[in-house]
């Protein structure tokens, strides 16, 4: 199957066979009659298993070319899983400009269990090997960055990764499967906040993992069951439904994100816009290699510089939404030094760009027209 295909019946054969519903239904149950100890269909208790959450997890595996997905209660709680395949002195290199809550998880959770994180600039991948050591176990990308939109080269990374033997992870929030598909060029697993572009309609938090290793699998299957960090039937259904229309959703995004990058470049109140189409993006011939598009996330700082200029402009628009998250049809911005970038100390958070005049959007995908007009008025 072809992706456009994969996103509507990648891993749906079969959902109900009790009366062949399209849609698999939402089983709303704890746990499952067993006719002898041991004797069940398949399920025994749905923080171990549940159909509807299955019928995700195989969709899931099938978007990024995987064979094993999991799905959890949100993005964190995947990343969560993922941390935890390690132990007290095993070390791990980390994209410097990443989500500020995966910052804070590995940070103020995972540096008082012991495990070690190193945050670098990945923009040339040369540069990972100088952090590595006997400790290093794993190499945590995320690609596009949030919210500097940085890229970072996957396959120059896997084979560093490869090399030296460690597991290479990578946040495939931004992109989604539609515009890289990681697993392809070299990763051994595919992390994903589905709260965002997946589930697409700012309706459900929820994480997910894919991968090929089935020994892999098995490792994050049982830290899944063993911590326990699922999401319900509902928001499985919820997000099974957004993933079929993800490709028609981000073309979209895509067009409207090239609209939109545009017209903020040429307009003289904005000082620089990161997005990773322009052709004077430092990595944009990596993005073009291994993207299919650019994507609707663009951040920008304001000509004025300050803090003040930047809360006045998202304070006026009025088709842009001011909240947190991303990758919902809706456009939404954020100013991430006071909101999803808060948790990073502002010394840290401006060596990477994240200063208080940046705005960040997520392009949402309304009339293009109407979008640039909300960002015309409110820059004045
Ligand atoms: C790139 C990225 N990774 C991970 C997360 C965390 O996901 P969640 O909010 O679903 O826990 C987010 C949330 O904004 C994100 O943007």
């Given at each position: 199957m072809k992706f456009n295909t994969k996103t509507i019946h990648g891993g749906q054969e079969n959902t109900d066979p009790a009366y062949g519903s399209v849609m698999p239904p939402i089983y709303q149950t704890s746990t499952y009659k067993q006719t002898t100890p041991g004797g069940h269909k398949g399920f025994e208790y749905s923080r171990s298993g549940n159909?509807?959450?299955?019928?995700?997890?195989?969709?899931?595996?099938?978007?990024?070319?995987?064979?094993?997905?999991?799905?959890?209660?949100?993005?964190l709680?995947?990343?969560?899983?993922?941390?935890?395949?390690?132990?007290?002195?095993?070390?791990?290199?980390?994209?410097?400009?990443?989500y500020g809550g995966s910052y804070r998880l590995f940070t103020k959770i995972y540096e008082n269990f012991g495990i070690k994180f190193h945050f670098v600039g990945m923009q040339n991948a040369a540069d990972i090997e100088k952090?590595?050591?006997?400790?290093?176990?794993?190499?945590?990308?995320?690609?596009?960055?949030?919210?500097?939109?940085?890229?970072?080269?996957?396959?120059?990374?896997?084979?560093?990764?490869r090399k030296h033997n460690l597991l290479l992870a990578v946040d495939n929030t931004f992109a989604t499967p539609y515009l890289q598909q990681p697993l392809d060029l070299g990763a051994d697993i595919v992390m994903h906040s589905a709260t965002k572009y997946l589930g697409g309609h700012s309706d459900?938090?929820?994480?997910?993992?894919?991968?090929?290793?089935?020994?892999?699998?098995?490792?994050?299957?049982?830290?899944?069951?063993?911590?326990?960090?699922?999401?319900?039937?509902?928001?499985?259904?919820?997000?099974?439904?957004?993933?079929?229309?993800?490709?028609?959703?981000?073309?979209?995004?895509?067009?409207?994100?090239?609209?939109?990058?545009?017209?903020?470049?040429?307009?003289?109140?904005?000082?620089?816009?990161?997005?990773?189409?322009?052709?004077d993006h430092p990595n944009h011939e990596i993005a073009k290699r291994q993207m299919?598009?650019?994507?609707?996330?663009?951040?920008?700082?304001t000509s004025e510089g300050t803090l003040e200029s930047a809360v006045k402009l998202v304070e006026k628009l009025h088709v842009f939404t001011l909240a947190e998250s991303l990758g919902g049809v809706e456009s939404l911005a954020g100013h991430p030094a006071s909101m999803t970038h808060a948790s990073i100390p502002k010394e840290e958070r401006e060596k990477t760009g994240v200063v208080d005049s940046l705005i960040r959007l997520s392009v949402g995908i309304e009339d293009a027209g109407d979008l640039i007009e909300d960002l015309k008025n409110a820059l004045g």
């Open positions: 159909p509807t959450r299955a019928a995700l997890e195989r969709s899931l595996a099938s978007i990024e070319n995987g064979k094993f997905g999991l799905a959890f209660g949100s993005g709680a995947a990343i969560d899983a993922v941390v935890k395949l390690f132990k007290p002195g095993d070390e791990i290199v980390s994209t410097n400009d990443l952090y590595i050591n006997g400790n290093t176990k794993m190499i945590w990308v995320e690609t596009p960055t949030n919210p500097m939109m940085n890229i970072i080269d996957i396959e120059a990374t896997s084979v560093i990764a459900v938090v929820m994480g997910g993992l894919v991968v090929k290793d089935e020994a892999l699998a098995d490792r994050l299957y049982f830290i899944q069951n063993a911590s326990g960090a699922v999401c319900g039937p509902q928001d499985s259904f919820l997000v099974l439904r957004g993933i079929k229309t993800l490709h028609i959703r981000m073309q979209r995004h895509c067009e409207n994100g090239e609209a939109v990058a545009n017209f903020l470049k040429s307009h003289p109140r904005v000082k620089q816009v990161y997005w990773p189409g322009f052709e299919k598009g650019f994507g609707g996330m663009i951040s920008f700082t």
